[in-house]
Nanobody, 121 residues
Framework: QVQLVESGGGLVQPGESLTLSCAAS????????MGWYRQAPGKQRELVAS???????NYADSVKGRFTISRDNAKITVNLQMNSLKPEDTAVYYC???????????????WGQGTQVTVSS
């Protein structure tokens, strides 16, 4: 299996910055995409940003120009630098990866437990 451990959430004021980190561990053979999703109260979970193993990044329109995703393949980590935070960014943020474990031929999605980000004055 694959374990994803997130860190870095918290309470910030509008306009401030926050960095989320996620580390993957377990019987990992290969990981394709890694990314961050978020879910606000009463809303569906949505993609925030994702990054491939070669570094190609994709962002939700609502965070383009404010958030930056990065990845360290050697350490199997993915970070999300969030700048100019807005109250509407308030949500639980989940780390995600698409991975194949040792002994399997299939890739599947794995999820972290989530970390709360609250943007409020």
């Amino acid at each position: 299996q694959v374990q994803l451990v997130e860190s870095g959430g918290g309470l910030v004021q509008p306009g401030e910055s926050l960095t989320l980190s996620c580390a993957a561990s377990g019987s990992i053979f290969s990981i394709t995409a890694m990314g961050w999703y978020r879910q606000a109260p009463g809303k569906q979970r949505e993609l925030v940003a994702s990054i491939t193993s070669t570094g190609s990044a994709n962002y939700a329109d609502s965070v383009k120009g404010r958030f930056t995703i990065s990845r360290d393949n050697a350490k199997i980590t993915v970070n999300l630098q969030m700048n100019s935070l807005k109250p509407e960014d308030t949500a639980v943020y989940y780390c995600n990866c698409n991975a194949r474990i040792i002994g399997s031929v299939y890739y599947r999605d794995y999820w972290g437990q989530g970390t709360q980000v609250t943007v409020s004055s």
